[in-house]
């Protein structure tokens, strides 16, 4: 076995890197057929989540395969190769068979114990299975993980620790509330109707919403997700369908609205949520809290702070909202990087009296918008990094409740300083899972994932030494018949019921010599490090290689002939 995955999740990368990496279907589609197209690769699967993407392979050459499947990672991705690289993971065989079996269960997700992983991992194998680029590793891998991922759910109380990120983000949504008391009888609006749009719509619907508009690009597709959620059940809730461009429309008039589509870009900008919400925040809320409220001249360390005149004479309008970053950057997030080699000129080249004005030696400063501006050039501009709300601004009340669950993001980040907004996204909601409780079965889950791990790998190598004993028994049957065919010459008078004695006989002889070394090389190349005997009996029986590469052919083309969906072996 030579199992190999490479890959980025929300545990070795930030938002801002998987937002960017994110591969749309017929990327992941082009990504397996460069894979398999690769000379080290022999199968190829890729895994991607809205918080992870990761590529696995039957490789030859460990090394080699590495480097490969990082460079295709970088080339289909987009994000240069040297930048994904610190962000990247590798596991080899058993250390491969692990991860995915913990991902299965739901330890490796954003909220521990999900169960949407599952179907997730279906999906990727019937995509590698559609494109021919899945073999024997790969389906019994595939296949063996969603079987630990369903054993998890059943014997343990995994699901107590954790649930989907629907359900996880409109609990941050509702703060302290209860979902069910926070969302009854809000209106919402769904963007999107594919599978996690769905259960955003459905989870809403049992929350106890009084109506939900679903809205996507196939409008066909928003109608029948409505026609599901309207029907007669116990949950049926008034739902209807609209096209992508009645949004910004139907925000006007929504309390909380659900994005989840495989848009590369925004589909809800800061200035349609602003255009949202005008006229339904009351002006007695007052301003927003310190940590949220827009700086004034974008200079790194000194916190957040309102614009004064001493910005007068910046080339860079400083305080339109742009999104959020870390304390004193927010005011330059999101910008180009010509407009950041503006302001750091300006605050370079800044007066005597200006000087004296500012907390932060401006050097310093120029030095750290220099560096943002490094920055800049290669993600386009600042990416939008945000800190933990306090708790004043978190109770601070919200006309309109913001759920992002896509990969790269639906909804501008900017939203979340907006009056009256609530936003919660993937970003968000990694920052508040990193705190969350995790249960007393995670442990018992983690058993059960060492111990299915052992038995793919023992399963695995038994497998690897199979068509070395086919081989030899075959080689055993050979020389049987031969021995009876040189009987026959010298003794032509036997009698059939004579033959057939005698040739069962010269059989079980055989099969009694061969029975206690196949029983037992089986074993001990099951255990670890047991790849050797098969080697070793093919060379004690002085057996044909290519004889027993034919029956691993054969083997191989009865297990596709026996599960039509497998891929190329």
Request: aromatic share 2%.
């Amino acid at each position: 076995m030579s199992l190999l995955v490479v890959g980025l999740s929300h545990r070795s990368a930030p938002v801002s890197v998987l937002e960017r990496a994110a591969l749309p279907a017929d990327a992941q589609a082009k990504l397996l057929q460069d894979t398999l197209a690769a000379e080290p690769a022999a199968e190829a699967a890729v895994l991607a989540t809205c918080n992870r993407i990761e590529l696995y392979a039957d490789v030859d050459k460990f090394h080699a395969g590495v480097a490969e499947l990082s460079t295709l990672l970088a080339q289909h991705s987009g994000v240069g190769l040297e930048e994904l690289t610190p962000y990247l993971y590798v596991h080899y065989e058993d250390r491969a068979v692990h991860h995915l079996f913990s991902v299965a269960c739901g330890l490796d997700s954003m909220v521990v114990g999900e169960g949407q992983i599952l179907g997730q991992i279906k999906d990727a194998l019937a995509r590698s299975q559609e494109l021919h680029t899945a073999g024997k590793l790969l389906n019994d891998l595939f296949q063996q993980a969603l079987r630990v991922g369903k054993r998890a759910h059943s014997e343990t109380g995994i699901d107590r620790a954790g649930q989907s990120l629907v359900t996880f983000g409109l609990e941050q949504l509702a703060v302290r509330e209860p979902v069910d008391a926070w969302a009854a009888g809000k209106r919402a609006v769904v963007i999107g109707a594919g599978s996690m749009s769905s259960l955003a719509a459905a989870t809403l619907a049992r929350a106890g919403v009084a109506e939900i508009v679903v809205a996507n690009r196939t409008l066909e597709r928003a109608e029948r997700l409505a026609e599901i959620l309207a029907g007669t059940g116990e949950h049926g809730v008034r739902a209807r369908a609209v096209p992508m461009d009645a949004v910004a429309d139907e925000l006007t008039r929504a309390d909380v609205a659900v994005s989840c589509t495989g848009a590369t870009g925004l589909v809800l900008t800061a200035e349609a949520v602003t255009a949202a919400v005008e006229g339904r925040v009351p002006r007695a809320d007052g301003p927003l809290d310190e940590a949220s409220a827009p700086t004034g001249n974008g200079s790194p360390g000194q916190g957040a702070r309102t614009a004064t005149v001493a910005d007068e004479g910046c080339p860079v309008d400083l305080s339109a909202p742009r999104g959020f970053s870390v304390a004193g950057e927010e005011a330059v997030a999101g910008m180009d990087a010509a407009s950041l080699e503006q302001h750091a000129a300006w605050v370079d080249n800044a007066p005597a009296e200006r000087r004296e004005e500012q907390a932060a030696d401006p050097r310093a400063e120029a030095d750290a918008i220099a560096a943002l501006v490094a920055a800049a050039r290669v993600t386009g501009r600042l990416p939008e990094r945000r800190l933990r709300t306090s708790s004043a601004g978190a109770a601070r009340p919200a006309v309109l409740a913001l759920l992002d669950l896509a990969m790269p993001r639906d909804i501008d980040a900017a939203a979340h300083r907006i009056p009256g907004v609530r936003l919660v996204d993937i970003e968000s909601l990694a920052e508040a899972s990193a705190d969350a409780p995790m249960a007393n079965d995670v442990e018992q889950v983690r058993g059960i994932v060492s111990d299915e791990v052992a038995a793919f790998g023992a399963a695995q190598r038994a497998a690897h030494i199979t068509p070395t004993v086919v081989a030899l028994r075959t080689m055993a049957a050979d020389v049987v018949a031969g021995e009876m065919a040189r009987l026959e010459g010298r003794l032509p008078g036997l009698e059939d019921k004579q033959r057939a004695e005698i040739t069962q006989t010269v059989r079980r002889v055989v099969d009694k010599l061969l029975h206690a070394p196949t029983v037992r090389v089986k074993q001990l190349a099951s255990e670890p490090g047991g790849a050797g005997y098969a080697d070793a009996l093919r060379t004690l029986f002085d057996l044909d290689p290519q004889t027993v590469a034919a029956v691993s052919r054969a083997d191989h083309l009865n297990n596709e002939n026996d599960d039509p969906n497998r891929g190329r072996a």
